[in-house]
C-alpha cells in the first residue's frame, strides 16, 4: 500500500536527520547522493527541517562557491541538552553537553556515605545541578547515568542489592524529582563501556563481542549485532559465579566465593603479584612510569569497574625480590597498599576539555559560537559509513542502496516503496590452586560489592579495604607496570600466570557465544594493555576452537561516562526529532 504524501516527507526527514546525525554537515547535493531523491525532495525536506529548527546552515562548501548548493547544513546541536553520570561507590562524575555530545562541562567529586543516605543523595544531585548552571543550560533533556548493579529489564530500574550503597538506587529518584522535565535513565556500567568501547573505541569495527571487565569485581558485557544484551532478569555478563578450576571451591547463588571472581578481582591478582615477587613499593617509578590520569578528570569513587587511574595512587612501583623466581615468605598485606603520595578524590569540578567536540562524534563545525568553519568537506567527499535506499519521485525505483548504519529508507510520495557451540577447555596447568585467590576476596573478608559487576552477593558487605580502593589500585599498579617492561622475567611470569586466569573466564564466554573479540576493559584490564592482551589471546587459542581476538581497552577510564552521554544523546535524538519505533 502506498504511503501517503505526509507519511513519505516525514520518512525522508528523518533518513536526512539521520544522515546528518552520523555523517555530520552536509551539502544538500550530498544529501542527495546519499538519499538518492531528487534535488527538488531534497530542497523541500530542507526548507521543512530548517522551518522546524531541527537543522541550520553551518557554513559553505568552498570559498569560490555560492549558491545554494554551497551551503552545508548540520543539526542544531542547541536544541536541547543532556547529562551523563558515572556512579561509583564513594564517588560521582558528570558530563553535560548539547545534542551533538560535544561536552560542555565535566565535574566529579567524592560523596561522603558516612552522613547517611539522604546527605549523600544531595551530594550527588547538587553536584549534578552546578554542573547543568556552569554549563549555561536551564535543565537536561535528558540524564544518563552508568551505576554497578543490574537493571530490571521490565522497569529499566536498578535493582535492590545489599552490595550497593542504598544512595545508588536513592540517586535516580531525587534527579527525577528535581529535574521533572527531564528524562531520566539509569543503565549498568559494563554495558555503558561495551557501548562506548562500540562507538568509539576498541571495538568501533566489530558488532559482535564481548567486554570482560577486571576490576574489584569482574563482569561482563555481551553486545551481538550491534545491540546489548542483557538477559531475561537483566543478569547476562554474570561471569564472577562461573565455575572454574584453581579456585578449590563452587560459588552459590549468594556469592561467587570459588567462582571465576576468586581467580581475576583485584584482591587476587594483588595475591598473585606477591607469590611471583612483586609487591607495590614505596618508590614510585621503579619499574614503569607513573600513570597520568586517563581522561583528564579524575574520578573520586571507591575503584569497582571503570574507575579511572588517577595518578601516583595506582603507580606504585613494583618491588622484585632478590630471587624473582623464589615465592616470598610475607604475602602482601594491607601495609603494602600504603599510600604514595596520591592526591585525594577528585576535584569537585573541572573545566570541558578541549578535545570535547570530537571525542562524542560531534562535527566541530557544528559549534554555533565558534561561527562557521572556514572550510567543509566537498559535497563530492566520499563516504564509507552511509548510503541509504531511496525511492525517487520520478521513478519510483531505488537509486542507492545499501545502509550500514540502520539508515531507514526513503519514500516518495508517489510509490510509498517503502549458535553456540560449547567446548570442554580443561585447566590449564599453570593456574596452580596455591595461587589462586582466597574465596574471601580480600583477606577473609566479605566478597567486594562489585564482585558480580556490583550488584549482588545477597547479603554481604563491602570490605572496607575493597570499599576504600586499597586493593584496586594496587593491583593495577602492579599490572601496569609489568606490563610497561614484561622483559624482566618476574613481569612475564606474573603476566603470564594472570592471562592463564583470565582466559578460563573468557574461554567459558567464548564457547557458548562465539564473539571472535573480547575487549579487555576495567582497571586491571586496560592496565595490562597488550602484553596481558596477546597473552590471553593466545591462551583462548589453545583452550577453545573458536577464533577470537582479545583486544585492550582503548576508551580506559572515560568508557562508562561517555557511554551514558552517547545513550542519553541517541534518547534525546528520538525524541526530538519525533522518533518512534
Not at 576468586?262 to 612483586?278: F, P, Q, R
Not at 600513570?291 to 579524575?298: C, F, I, L, M, S
Not at 560531534?362 to 563516504?383: D, F, R
Request: with cysteine; charged share 20%; net charge negative.
Amino acid at each position: 500500500m502506498p504511503a501517503s504524501p505526509r507519511t513519505a516527507r516525514a520518512i525522508n526527514d528523518r533518513l536526512a536527520l539521520r544522515l546528518l546525525q552520523q555523517e555530520g554537515p552536509l551539502t544538500a547535493g550530498r544529501l542527495k547522493e546519499l538519499t538518492g531523491l531528487s534535488r527538488p525532495s531534497v530542497a523541500d525536506l530542507l526548507e521543512r527541517l530548517t522551518a522546524a529548527g531541527l537543522i541550520e546552515v553551518v557554513g559553505e562548501s568552498g570559498e569560490q562557491r555560492r549558491g545554494p548548493n554551497a551551503k552545508v547544513y548540520g543539526i542544531v546541536a542547541g536544541r536541547a541538552h543532556l547529562a551523563a553520570l558515572d556512579v561509583r561507590t564513594e564517588g560521582v562524575s558528570v558530563a553535560v553537553s548539547d545534542l551533538l555530545g560535544r561536552v560542555l562541562t565535566e565535574a566529579s567529586a567524592p560523596i561522603d556515605t558516612g552522613v547517611g543516605t539522604g546527605p549523600a543523595v544531595e551530594q550527588a544531585v547538587a553536584l549534578v545541578e552546578r554542573a547543568v548552571k556552569e554549563a549555561g543550560v536551564d535543565r537536561p533533556h535528558t540524564v544518563g547515568i552508568g551505576a554497578p548493579g543490574l537493571i530490571d529489564p521490565a522497569t529499566g530500574e536498578l535493582r535492590d542489592s545489599t552490595g550497593l550503597p542504598e544512595w545508588h538506587r536513592r540517586l535516580v529518584a531525587a534527579l527525577q524529582e528535581r529535574l521533572p522535565e527531564s528524562r531520566v535513565s539509569v543503565e549498568n556500567e559494563t554495558n555503558l563501556a561495551a557501548v562506548a568501547e562500540h562507538r568509539d573505541g576498541a571495538a568501533r569495527d566489530r558488532d559482535t563481542f564481548v567486554l570482560l571487565w577486571l576490576g574489584v569485581g569482574v563482569g561482563a558485557a555481551v553486545m551481538l549485532d550491534g545491540a546489548i544484551r542483557r538477559g531475561a532478569s537483566g543478569g547476562t555478563g554474570e561471569v564472577g559465579f562461573l565455575p572454574v578450576p584453581g579456585t578449590g571451591g563452587l560459588p552459590s547463588a549468594t556469592g561467587c566465593d570459588g567462582g571465576f571472581h576468586s581467580l581475576a578481582c583485584s584482591a587476587a591478582v594483588v595475591e598473585l603479584a606477591a607469590a611471583h615477587g612483586l609487591a607495590a613499593g614505596a618508590e614510585v617509578g621503579t619499574h614503569g612510569p607513573a600513570a597520568a590520569t586517563e581522561t583528564g578528570v579524575p574520578k573520586a569513587g571507591a575503584p569497582d569497574k571503570g574507575t579511572p587511574e588517577t595518578a601516583a595512587s595506582e603507580t606504585g612501583a613494583l618491588e622484585t625480590t632478590a630471587s624473582e623466581a623464589a615465592a616470598p615468605e610475607v604475602v602482601a598485606s594491607e601495609a603494602a597498599a600504603t599510600e604514595t603520595g596520591a592526591p585525594e578524590a577528585a576535584t569537585p569540578e573541572t573545566g570541558a576539555p578541549e578535545t570535547a567536540a570530537t571525542e562524542m562524534g560531534a562535527p566541530e563545525a557544528v559549534a554555533p559560537e565558534a561561527g562557521p568553519p572556514e572550510a567543509v568537506a566537498p559535497e563530492a567527499a566520499a563516504t564509507e559509513t552511509v548510503t541509504s535506499e531511496a525511492v525517487t519521485p520520478e521513478t519510483g525505483a531505488p537509486e542507492t542502496a545499501a545502509s550500514e548504519m540502520g539508515v531507514p529508507e526513503a519514500v516518495t510520495p508517489e510509490t510509498g516503496a517503502p549458535e553456540t557451540a560449547a567446548t570442554e577447555t580443561g585447566a590449564p596447568e599453570a593456574v596452580a590452586p596455591e595461587a589462586a585467590a582466597p574465596a574471601t576476596a580480600v583477606r577473609g573478608t566479605a566478597v567486594p560489592e562489585a564482585a558480580v559487576r556490583g550488584t549482588a552477593v545477597r547479603g554481604t558487605a563491602v570490605p572496607e579495604t575493597a570499599a576504600r580502593g586499597t586493593a584496586v589500585p594496587e593491583a593495577a599498579a602492579l599490572v601496569r607496570a609489568a606490563s610497561a617492561d614484561p622483559s624482566v622475567p618476574a613481569h612475564a611470569a606474573f603476566l603470564d600466570a594472570l592471562a592463564d586466569r583470565v582466559a578460563l573466564g573468557a574461554a567459558a564466554v567464548v564457547s557458548v557465544l562465539d564473539p571472535g573479540c573480547v575487549v579487555l576493559a576495567g582497571e586491571n584490564g586496560r592496565a595490562g594493555g597488550t602484553p596481558l592482551a596477546e597473552r590471553v589471546q593466545s591462551r583462548l587459542a589453545a583452550l577453545s576452537p573458536l577464533p577470537t581476538e582479545v583486544r585492550p581497552s582503548a576508551l580506559g577510564g572515560e568508557a562508562v561516562l561517555r557511554g551514558a552521554l552517547l545513550t542519553a544523546r541517541e534518547k534525546a535524538q528520538d525524541d526530538v526529532f519525533g522518533y518512534r519505533d
